[in-house]
C-alpha cells in the first residue's frame, strides 16, 4: 500500500561527477582552480585528484573551461589566409584588397613613427646624461683648481701614502 518513487537521480557516481565537471565549466579555468584549491585545503587527495585531473584531462588548457584561447599565430596564419580568399564579388573584392593595403601603409607609417620616437627620445636622454657628465666634471676641475694647499703643505707632515721616511 506504500509505494516508493525514486526521488534520487540514477547515474550513481559517475552522474554526479559528470555534472560536477559541467557545473565547474561554467565558472571557467578560475572555477577549476578555486576548486583544486579548496580540495588541497580541506582535504589533500582530493586537492590531489582535481589537479591530476586538470592535468591529464587536458582541463587546464582545453577550451571548454568557458575562456577561449588567444588567438595564436597558427590561428592568425589561418585566418589571414581566409581574408585573402576571393568571394566573388570583384567590387567588394577591390574594396577589401584597397582597405587592406592603405591599413599596412598606415600600419607601417606608425612603426616608422613610433621608432623616430623611441630614437630623440634616447637621443634626449643621451645627451642629458652627456651635459650632467661635463658638468660635474667641470665642477670636480674647478674644485680641484680652487684648493690652494693640501694637508700635507698646510701641516708639514708627510702624507698617509709616504712610506716611513719619506717627504
Same mark, same amino acid.
Given at each position: 500500500?506504500? $509505494?516508493?518513487?525514486?526521488?534520487? %537521480? ?47 584531462? +587536458? ?7 568557458? &575562456?577561449?584561447?588567444?588567438? $595564436? =599565430?597558427?590561428?592568425?596564419?589561418? &585566418?589571414?589566409? &581566409?581574408?585573402?580568399? @576571393?568571394?566573388?564579388?570583384? @567590387?567588394? =573584392? ?23 620616437? %623611441?630614437?630623440? +627620445? =634616447?637621443? $634626449? ?10 658638468? $660635474?666634471?667641470?665642477?670636480? =676641475?674647478?674644485?680641484? @683648481? ?7 703643505? +698646510? ?13
Amino acid at each position: 500500500m506504500y $509505494s516508493t518513487t525514486h526521488t534520487a %537521480r540514477s547515474g550513481g557516481i559517475r552522474n554526479a561527477l559528470s555534472r560536477a565537471e559541467s557545473w565547474l565549466d561554467q565558472y571557467g579555468r578560475k572555477g577549476w582552480i578555486a576548486a583544486m584549491v579548496l580540495g588541497f585545503i580541506f582535504v589533500w587527495p582530493v586537492g590531489l585528484a582535481i589537479l591530476a585531473y586538470m592535468i591529464w584531462g +587536458k582541463q587546464m588548457f582545453a577550451r571548454s573551461c568557458g &575562456h577561449r584561447r588567444h588567438m $595564436s =599565430d597558427a590561428n592568425l596564419g589561418r &585566418h589571414a589566409w &581566409h581574408a585573402a580568399q @576571393a568571394t566573388g564579388n570583384t @567590387a567588394f =573584392d577591390s574594396y577589401k584588397a584597397e582597405a587592406l593595403r592603405r591599413l599596412e601603409e598606415e600600419q607601417a607609417a606608425f612603426e616608422a613613427f613610433l621608432q623616430r620616437l %623611441r630614437t630623440s +627620445k =634616447d637621443k $634626449s636622454e643621451f645627451d642629458t646624461f652627456m651635459e650632467d657628465r661635463a658638468r $660635474s666634471t667641470a665642477m670636480q =676641475d674647478a674644485s680641484d @683648481a680652487a684648493e690652494p694647499e693640501t694637508e700635507a703643505k +698646510k701641516t708639514g707632515k708627510p702624507t698617509t701614502d709616504s712610506r716611513p721616511g719619506e717627504y
